[in-house]
């Protein structure tokens, strides 16, 4: 069974930092590239970044590019999200999402295999 379980969600002020972590279990996780994706109440799912199997190539939405990194260490099969200098417009519920072809180009929601369940981020102004 696979599971991706996030952690690491809270409520910060802006400017503030968090570390968002997605441990998973029941696939060959060092295969498999990873995503973050995010969504605001009464808003679609947004991409936010993505992370190819190897860890070398790295993609980002434009909205957090330069705040936000994405990393990965395939030894303890988790991806991690550290987020800084965060506005209001960073609050939502944040997801991990698989992708069984590994090279961590996909931005769509549709093409990821497998979700977790979500961490909520919220901004305090």
């Known amino acids: 069974q696979v599971q991706l379980v996030e952690s690491g969600g809270g409520l910060v002020q802006a400017g503030g930092s968090l570390r968002l972590s997605c441990a998973a279990s029941?696939?060959?996780?060092?295969?498999?590239?990873m995503g973050w994706f995010r969504q605001a109440p009464g808003k679609a799912y947004e991409f936010v970044a993505a992370?190819?199997?190897?860890?070398?190539?790295?993609y980002y939405a434009a909205s957090v590019k330069g705040r936000f990194t994405i990393s990965r260490d395939n030894a303890k099969n988790t991806v991690y999200l550290q987020m800084n200098s965060l506005k209001a417009e960073d609050t939502a519920l944040y997801y991990c999402?698989?992708?069984?072809?590994?090279?961590?180009?996909?931005?769509?929601?549709?093409?990821?295999?497998?979700w977790g369940q979500g961490t909520q981020v919220t901004v305090s102004t």
């Open positions: 029941g696939i060959t996780f060092s295969q498999y590239a």
């Open positions: 992370i190819s199997w190897s860890g070398r190539d790295t």
């Open positions: 999402a698989a992708d069984s072809t590994g090279w961590g180009t996909k931005r769509s929601r549709a093409e990821y295999n497998y």
